[in-house]
């Protein structure tokens, strides 16, 4: 007998956002050779890491090639000065206070937001907000947690949640029951943003129907205005019912270096079959020491220098520069009468396509006639389709050109 495969990973639809959108472009490119492509697709950025993060990530470098300094195998959970760092910088200003214990470093919010799920039963009903992340719906449909595509593009068994121009992207609570709850704000890749209030009534669902929130706030140092909470455990309660998620990514450049952290609450409780409360930490933990041997030294060392003074002059520096793109964005398209979204608390801009246009046509248009590259919001659901995603990650120049050669276009 052969080796079976996984089946559920059959049920993955066949190409990938990103890798259509690659064929795209490359096709064009091709056929055109001589254009310049201007990329605002993926949500990749373009600064390159700070003086201060390049000094420590360097230093521990030099530690590591000193017999008396170096490190091998670090802790799995991430080291406790980071963790110190992150609580105390992150939380605390916030009123809100972790155990060390509580703080899991490790290498992407990618990584920790795709493999939570396997420490939850194969029963649970997940939602998701829609449009959405693809990586929490992809990794529960490879569990096994969902039947196959619907003709409406939805995963059978998957709870959807849409967020459309008509209830101003926020989410309705789940009508019927579910367990697991994705919410990812500041959103990907709408751009928008919960109140306090609006995220309190998550919040309470959860508490009334013993269900988890998987809070991504991979964005959350993009946030500019006053309402929208930086951290759902801002919420009271939020603790028993929350499990959260950040990044150093998009807050500091770390995609191609690699650190993201994930809050586990001890308060926070799941049950086994015969109904006894068991610890979400603990079982985060074992999975953890079991299947991750942490980030390397030099990248903690990176990452906490984030948070120095200098650190965080750098940083803020960066993300004003990334949300001034945000705003050229934002003004030219308002200019041109397009309906926008977000841009404001977050990277992206979630453009409604003119004249009811589908998502890919949207794209084709604005890649042959502008040559710029976007995500059509077909991508992230079936509530995406008739929007098409921006992101303010390229430098300032190509932004400035890329909006004036949309600026030329007639719709
Ligand atoms: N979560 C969201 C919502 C994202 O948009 C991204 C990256 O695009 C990630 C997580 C991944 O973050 P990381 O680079 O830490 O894996």
Redesign the pocket.
């Known amino acids: 007998m052969a080796v079976k495969i996984n089946e559920n990973y059959l049920l993955l639809q066949n190409s990938y956002l990103f890798a259509e959108i690659a064929r795209r472009v490359e096709k064009f490119q091709e056929e055109n050779p001589d254009k310049d492509v201007i990329r605002m697709g993926i949500?990749d950025v373009t600064k390159p890491l700070s003086p201060t993060v390049i000094k420590a990530f360097k230093d521990a470098v030099d530690e590591m090639a000193n017999g008396n300094t170096f490190k091998g195998y670090g802790p799995e959970q991430g080291y406790s000065f980071l963790a110190e760092t992150i609580v105390k910088n992150d939380f605390n200003p916030l009123g809100i206070d972790l155990d060390l214990d509580e703080v899991f470093i490790s290498d992407?919010?990618?990584?920790d937001?795709g493999n939570i799920q396997e420490i939850f039963d194969l029963n649970n009903i997940v939602a998701v907000t829609d449009p959405v992340?693809p990586?929490y719906v992809d990794t529960n449909v490879m569990a096994g947690r969902t039947g196959p595509i619907n003709e409406e593009d939805r995963y059978e068994g998957l709870v959807y949640l849409p967020c459309v121009e008509e209830n101003d992207f926020v989410p309705e609570l789940p009508k019927t029951h579910t367990d697991l709850i994705y919410l990812?704000y500041p959103n990907?890749p709408t751009g928008t943003t919960l109140t306090k209030n609006q995220l309190a009534k998550f919040v309470k669902y959860a508490q009334d129907n013993h269900a988890i929130i998987l809070f991504?706030a991979?964005?959350e140092k993009f946030i500019t205005e006053e309402d929208v909470p930086h951290s759902i455990y801002e919420i009271e309660g939020a603790k028993e019912v929350a499990i959260e998620?950040r990044?150093?990514?998009?807050t500091a450049g770390?995609?191609g270096t690699?650190c993201?952290y994930t809050v586990v609450p001890k308060d926070l409780k799941a049950y086994d079959s015969d109904g006894k409360e068991q610890s979400v930490n603990a079982l985060w933990n074992r999975r953890q020491t079991t299947k991750f041997n942490g980030v390397s030294y030099p990248v903690q060392k990176a990452a906490e220098a984030t948070y120095s003074n200098e650190g965080k002059k750098e940083i803020e520096e960066n993300i004003a520069y990334y949300m001034k793109n945000s705003q050229v964005i934002r003004d030219s398209l308002t200019k041109l009468g397009l309906n926008i979204y977000g841009g404001i608390n977050s990277p992206y801009i979630w453009i409604k396509t003119p004249n009811n246009m589908d998502s890919w046509t949207f794209f084709d248009l604005l890649l042959n006639d502008a040559n710029v590259v976007g995500t059509p919001g077909a991508g992230f659901g079936p509530s995406g389709e008739g929007y098409l995603r921006l992101t303010a990650f390229n430098t300032l120049e190509n932004t400035k050109e890329a909006m004036d050669r949309i600026s030329e276009l007639s719709f």
Do not use: I
């Not at 992407?108 to 990584?111: L, V, Y």
């Open positions: 949500g992407g919010a990618k990584c937001t992340y990586v990812c990907n991504d991979a964005y998620f990044s150093f990514s998009k770390f995609t690699r993201a």
